[in-house]
């Protein structure tokens, strides 16, 4: 099962498929939707090999430290320790100025920098720490591992801190080396059994989602949107309603649910909740009967007389 995208990813998928291809921002949207699509790539290739871990593995962990909320890629649990993973999908020559405290990247002969991903998971397990002992779990030992995703990466180092060297592996070596990793451990338990199922079900029940308004974000409002039903094969908009079905006058494909589409992108972008008249004007039907029997099919609603009455789109969890 892949690593479901992020709230972020989807709205951004959305809005770039609704809005305007000469909107003066859509290229800092790309931009963005590139690098959370990367980076959801690189944590369900980690993902993969988390299978070969013997102890218990949470993805995306995010939790409120009493202070501020913090987030960690993945989490790895067990009796004697747990381990942060910080997954990064970088391409091209990455450097890790140790001593400067930065992380440098090569690529097409152009020069980035980074913010030193060992600063970035120090503070994750400061915050783990709080969530921990502000939870009332005794304290466990807590290691951290830099994970590049992208094999074909190639790695430098530079500084006196050569321990660090260590925590850099590529997403292939994952199965062996927290094989080798964890047999430092074997007869060291800290936690219990009760320990562990309690902990992996805190983290589940107090689970914060990121849930950014890119609409709001970038300034766009819904009368800037492209609406229309998206056709599943050529993906143009404005597919035409027929009897049972929808049809693309572009590429001919038919569909009986490509409002679906339609409705997840609502949801996503305007809000959970449709009138049978914003429906019709999303998407071209002329008939409030056809409206009403296809909402009804997908929706539920809050039972007021119709003109009044708002249905709950549920696509998105």
């Not at 909107?23 to 980690?46: D, V, Y």
């Not at 409120?64 to 993945?74: E, K, M, N, R």
Request: some cysteine; glycine content about 6%; proline content about 3%.
């Amino acid at each position: 099962m892949s690593r479901e995208k992020s709230l972020e990813l989807l709205k951004l998928e959305s809005l770039l498929n609704r809005v305007s291809t000469h909107h003066p921002l859509r290229e800092e949207m790309a931009n963005r939707l590139g690098r959370l699509s990367a980076g959801h790539f690189g944590e369900s290739t980690a993902e993969h090999y988390m299978k070969y871990f013997p102890g218990i593995s949470r993805q995306d962990v995010r939790l409120h430290d009493g202070i501020q909320p913090f987030q960690i890629d993945t989490l790895l649990i067990s009796k004697e320790c747990l381990v942060i993973l910080e997954v990064k999908n970088y391409k091209g020559e990455l450097h890790f100025d140790l001593d400067q405290r930065k992380l440098i990247r090569t690529i097409d002969g152009k020069i980035e920098i980074f913010q030193d991903p060992f600063i970035q998971v120090a503070l994750q397990k400061f915050q783990l720490q709080r969530w921990i002992k502000r939870s009332g779990f005794p304290s466990i030992p807590i290691y951290s591992f830099i994970v590049i995703a992208n094999s074909n990466a190639s790695l430098t180092f530079q500084g006196e801190d050569l321990s660090k060297r260590k925590r850099v592996i590529f997403a292939k070596q994952l199965p062996t080396h927290l094989t080798k990793f964890m047999e430092n451990f074997k007869g060291k338990n800290v936690w219990t059994d009760d320990h562990l199922d309690e902990f992996s079900a805190r983290i589940k029940a107090e689970y914060i989602p990121y849930d950014s308004d890119v609409m709001k974000q970038y300034g766009i409002s819904k009368d800037e949107l492209n609406w229309g039903v998206p056709c599943p094969s050529c993906r143009l908009l404005g597919m035409v309603r027929r009897r049972d079905h929808w049809l693309c006058e572009s590429c001919g494909s038919k569909s009986k649910d490509a409002h679906l589409h339609l409705l997840k992108d609502h949801q996503l972008l305007i809000g959970d909740t449709i009138t049978n008249a914003e429906f019709r004007a999303s998407t071209g039907i002329g008939s409030v009967k056809v409206a009403r029997t296809l909402l009804n099919q997908c929706c539920t609603h809050n039972n007021r007389h119709s003109k009044a009455r708002k249905y709950t789109i549920d696509l998105v969890r």
